[in-house]
């Protein structure tokens, strides 16, 4: 008897051999692998006994073979190839395609690597492992979808609470301005509105004293995960009422 190789749940052929015509048949192949079995109609090997020949002339020994069952080797479909910037971790998924699952069976990736990141930048994910009901029955193989490319793009950034800052009177207690960005720390400076020349139009980050007109500059610097912004709000420094 040769041995016979046969896939996961498929049919395995029995021939008839005649040897001549004083040898009566079939030839029957056996075997406990059993299609669909809970317990012996898994992948793996099993023995094959051969029977059922007869004859007045010849005595029959027979010899043992090995049915293989390999496990079914499945594809995967991958959920992004690009997402944004989120500051946070994100990851990409994959699932088996279900043309590749036999019915009743319940198959997902159990464990995967360079499947999840937060900075912007190219990864290669890659299917490490089957999980479900009869997972040991399926194989991830060596197939292109096993490994998939993706990219965590630049985000665009956004002052999330628009900057902000109340005037005073001279001699007051200076307000403080109000900011938040989507990403990134908001930094302020001040300078003069309408000033008169370049040097005094010069950002600082020393807030104002003196009674005049002033500009609030709001900035968070860019990064290679998210742009540069810049919002300028402008405001009053009150001259103080004096008393005679």
Known sequence: VNSIVVGYKDESGNDVTLIDGSVAGPLEYNTNYVKGNAVNGRAGTYVITASGLSSETYEFIYETAVLTVN?????????????????????????????????????????????????????????????????????????????????????????????????????????????????????FTYKKNNAGGPEDNTPSQTVPSDAGEYVLVATVEGTGSYNVLTEEVPFTIGRARAIV
Not at 125 to 143: E, F, H, M, Q
Not at 154 to 172: D, K, L, R
């Open 71 to 187: 496990k079914k080797e499945v594809s995967l479909a991958w959920s992004e190839d690009s997402l944004e910037y989120t500051g946070n971790e994100q990851a990409v998924t994959a699932t088996v395609n279900s043309s590749d699952i036999i019915n009743g069976d319940n198959i997902y990736i159990g464990t995967y690597e360079n499947d999840k990141a937060t900075e912007v930048g190219g990864y290669t994910a890659k299917a490490l492992s089957l999980s479900g009901t009869n997972a040991d029955n399926y194989t991830l193989g060596t197939g292109e979808s096993v490994s998939h490319e993706w990219h965590i793009t630049s985000a665009q950034n956004a002052f999330v609470i628009q900057p902000y800052i109340q005037g005073w009177i001279y001699g007051e207690e200076a307000s403080a301005p109000v900011a938040t960005a989507k990403f990134g720390e908001v930094k």
